[in-house]
């Protein structure tokens, strides 16, 4: 089957994961979906993940966090959409949750948290909400 938007299809298998209080979640990997994996980590929303060959696309499997029973992702949202990409310049970047949530943002200079994005001063396309 073809997906048409992966990173909707990544954050909604994340989401459901997470929701049904599984341990991991198996995703079809890509380069730009280890990145935003990679910033899931870094910004402490996800334990662990690792990158599972197995002859074709590979498989990203992402270790969910909790703290006791409570969910460390309380949500995901995808922002830009195939049919409508969202921009941004680094001045009028998003604050998730005044700041408690990050955006991820795909920038020229990679993928990055929306953060990083002001710091570096570009702006770019919003992917994701998460808090």
Same mark, same amino acid.
């Given at each position: 089957?073809?997906?048409? $938007?992966? !990173?909707? $299809?990544?954050?909604?298998?994340?989401?459901?994961?997470? /929701?049904?209080?599984?341990?991991? +979640? $198996?995703?079809?990997?890509? /380069?730009?979906?280890?990145?935003?994996?990679?910033?899931?980590?870094?910004?402490?929303?996800?334990?662990?993940?690792?990158?599972?060959?197995?002859?074709?696309?590979? !498989?990203?499997?992402?270790?969910?966090?909790?703290?006791?029973?409570?969910?460390?992702?309380?949500?995901?949202?995808? +922002?830009?959409?195939?049919?409508?990409?969202?921009?941004?310049?680094?001045?009028?970047?998003?604050?998730?949750? /005044?700041?408690?949530?990050?955006?991820?943002?795909?920038?020229?200079?990679?993928?990055?948290?929306?953060?990083?994005?002001?710091?570096? /001063?570009?702006?770019?396309?919003?992917?994701?909400?998460?808090?």
């Amino acid at each position: 089957m073809q997906i048409s $938007d992966v !990173i909707a $299809d990544m954050l909604t298998r994340i989401r459901n994961a997470n /929701n049904a209080k599984h341990e991991t +979640v $198996d995703i079809p990997a890509s /380069n730009m979906k280890k990145a935003i994996a990679d910033i899931l980590l870094e910004e402490g929303y996800i334990k662990s993940y690792q990158v599972i060959e197995d002859g074709k696309q590979g !498989i990203l499997r992402v270790t969910l966090k909790y703290i006791g029973k409570q969910k460390v992702i309380q949500g995901l949202r995808r +922002v830009s959409k195939p049919g409508l990409r969202i921009y941004a310049g680094c001045e009028d970047m998003p604050k998730v949750m /005044n700041g408690l949530g990050i955006a991820i943002v795909s920038t020229s200079k990679g993928i990055m948290t929306d953060k990083k994005a002001r710091k570096e /001063n570009v702006g770019g396309e919003i992917l994701a909400f998460v808090w």
